[in-house]
């Protein structure tokens, strides 16, 4: 029997009984996708949900946009070559040009790009060795919180812990710093005078000779934290972090993998702050929902050797022709600005559920990139921020919102954050709908979890 003519129970099953364990998503998401459209993806059974996952960010212009398809037929209706490692194309240099368009002037006027591996965890591993190579020093500043990819040196500036605890080996001299996180502030404070005494330690560990970590070759972090649980960095204390590695010469590399491409309301999530960045990694959006991953950087870095970073597929012609119709799509219909405008609206949506509902402890992110995240207000709690993070609560919620057509991820401390990603191309009347869905999921559960067990006969 074909698969098409399979349920999805049975389609799910015999995944499950040949894919390794390292699979995430189905366990929480049992859903065999059959179709999909713009903000909506339809199962084999025929069920359909909006997607606010979207590739973890992927799908910019969502499923199947009409001018992505195009660009890709086109490619392949006209024989062009598909593979090309890093021989140019009239393909390859347009998507460069539109690249290049998409970022401020004052940093693509003295951009070098690397074309890498196709995930973004190489271009994060390729930044590193870029500094590394530049600076001459071996040392990497990262952020509490952060997430960077799956790689060896990705992950070693991972936050998250639990994956990192079973391998060895994982790359030395990283140093996490505390990331300012309003909700629960590493320094018990909260605000504009956390945000200043987080900027203030890091001056001070540059310039102490005992602060045990030698001359960084480089500090890398999210402007908006994304599996860190949609946490933004604030414009003012990105300025400073600017501020203190340029008068010290340490590059700064901002990861906009997820956050990139119009998502926060602006075309890069670092413009809120109105800074100039040393080095950028970018892909998924840029891709046009392909493969593709680059390192776009200040030419005072570019003195590495020919062959210094490679990868096999760094010449993906066809995800070149999808990023660049994505790219031109997202600066001709001003998506930024769309984003930020729907954002704000669900944005106001999330907040006025979370005042009806204690166990909804903070509402944050910019533009479409925003989180919920849910507590346990009865815990006995003696960390950072005033209740516990509640991932039972969080999953729960997550089921119920998959059970009503509502596809929402995970993430943050304990996976207690509620993330949205929808597809920039959301339109208003989507936006009400998915929180509606999302409101009346957090209300079955609180029910659920307010009723009287029942007395035993």
Known sequence: MSYLEQDASAI??????????????????????????????????????????????????????????????????????????????PAKEQFVDSLFESLPDEFSERAKIQFCSPAGTDAVEAALKLVKTATGNRSILGFQGAYHGMTSGALSLMGDTGAKEPISGLMNDVHHLPFPYD?????????????????????????????????????????????????????AWLQEIRRLTRERDIPLILDE???????????????????????????????????????????????????????????NQLAMAAGEATIDYVLEHDLDDHAADVG??????????AERFDPIGDVRGRGLMLGVEFVDTDADWQGPGPHAPDGDFAAAVQTECFDRG????????????????????????QIDEIAAIFEAAVTAVTETDTEPAEVAA
């Open 12 to 89: 799910l099953s015999q995944q499950a009984g040949r894919e390794s364990n390292a699979r995430t998503y189905p366990r929480r998401l049992p859903l065999a996708i059959q179709e999909a459209q713009g903000v909506t993806v339809t199962d084999v059974d025929g069920n359909e949900y909006y997607d606010c996952l979207a590739g973890a960010g992927t799908l910019a212009l969502g499923h199947n946009h009409p001018q992505v398809v195009e660009a890709m037929e086109h490619t392949l209706e006209a024989d062009r070559p598909l593979h090309t490692l890093d021989l140019t194309t």
């Open 183 to 235: 909700y629960r502030c590493p320094f018990g404070v909260g605000g504009e005078a956390g945000h200043q005494i987080g900027s203030d330690y890091v001056e001070n560990l540059l310039d102490d000779d005992e602060s045990g970590i030698t001359d960084p070759a480089g500090m890398i972090l999210e402007p908006v934290q994304g599996e860190g649980g949609a946490i933004p960095a604030p414009d």
């Open 344 to 353: 704000a609206q669900l944005r106001e949506h999330l907040e006025a559920t």
């Open 406 to 429: 509502l596809i929402v991820e995970l993430g943050g401390r304990k996976s207690a954050t509620a993330r949205f990603l929808p597809p920039l191309i959301v339109s208003e009347s």
């Open 257 to 315: 993998i997820q956050a990139g491409l119009g998502r926060t309301g602006e075309t890069y999530a670092f413009e809120h702050a109105g800074i100039t960045p040393d080095v950028v990694t970018l892909s998924k959006a840029v891709g046009g929902g392909l493969p593709l991953a680059v390192v776009v950087y200040d030419e005072d870095l570019d003195v590495w050797e020919p062959g210094a970073h490679a990868g096999t597929f760094r010449g």
